[in-house]
């Protein structure tokens, strides 16, 4: 079975530092990874994903994530927080030979940035 | 940019309740998820659904729910008797098909049971 997990419920990091959002996860094939942020009663919007190819992936709003396949891992960075990036990331992974396979979700990582 | 949308966007219904949570979907994709998320957990798969038909659904997704697509534009997610425990946002999603990779969400519907 697929599984992620997000070790920090909080994240907090003042403006103009680098962030990081970690994630691990868990599939028996090989993963499609994604990250989606979420914003106060706002739907999940995507910010990026790897597939293939290059272990980091750049993404919308200044994000990148590194894939890590021997530490299972797909850590959310960018090297300079803003304030208006205080929201919910979720990290999420699919079986990569499952088609249509519905995602699976961590449960979430609120990061706070503070001016 | 094209997107998800879903009606309406809060729901407050009695204990025994239908209700009928609507999604439409981005024209030109194919495959249609319901995920839920009750307040301050994650988010869980309910059913994807694909030509018409329930492709996959978890063990959420009891004989209280159903889904349809009755008009070939919106995509339905019916609750037959809601409880308590139903209280949760309700996020419709699509894929544009087999080999794309990332799913588009909408908004969201938040479903109150009281």
């Known amino acids: 079975a697929q599984s992620v997990a997000q070790p920090e419920d909080q994240v907090n990091v003042a403006e103009g530092n680098p962030l990081t959002v970690k994630c691990t996860y868990s599939?028996?094939?090989?993963?499609?990874l994604f990250w989606y942020v979420q914003y106060p009663n706002r739907g999940l919007q995507f910010l990026l994903k790897y597939i293939t190819g290059d272990n980091l992936v750049k993404g919308s709003y200044g994000f990148e994530a590194e894939f890590n396949k021997s530490q299972t891992s797909f850590h959310l960075k960018k090297p300079s927080a803003l304030v208006s990036d205080s929201a919910l990331y979720f990290c999420?992974?699919?079986?990569?030979?499952?088609?249509?396979?519905?995602?699976?979700f961590g449960k979430g990582t609120r990061l706070s940035v503070i001016a | 940019e094209p997107e998800v949308t879903q009606t309406p966007s809060h729901q407050v219904t009695q204990m025994g309740q239908e209700v009928i949570l609507r999604c439409v979907p981005i024209?030109?994709?194919?495959?249609f998820y319901w995920y839920r998320q009750i307040l301050g957990q994650k988010v869980e798969f309910l059913v994807s659904?694909?030509?018409?038909?329930?492709?996959?659904k978890s063990e959420i997704f009891d004989d209280q729910f159903s889904v349809e697509r009755p008009d070939g534009s919106n995509f339905t997610l019916k609750i037959r008797s809601t409880k308590l425990e139903d209280s949760a946002m309700y996020f419709c999603?699509?894929?544009?098909?087999?080999?794309?990779?990332?799913?588009?969400f909408g908004p969201g519907t938040r479903l109150t049971v009281t």
């Open positions: 999603a699509t894929l544009r098909d087999f080999s794309s990779y990332e799913q588009y």
């Open positions: 599939v028996s094939g090989n993963p499609y």
């Open positions: 024209s030109n994709h194919l495959y």
């Open positions: 999420a992974v699919r079986d990569r030979h499952s088609g249509n396979t519905p995602l699976v």
């Open positions: 659904f694909y030509n018409n038909e329930i492709s996959e």
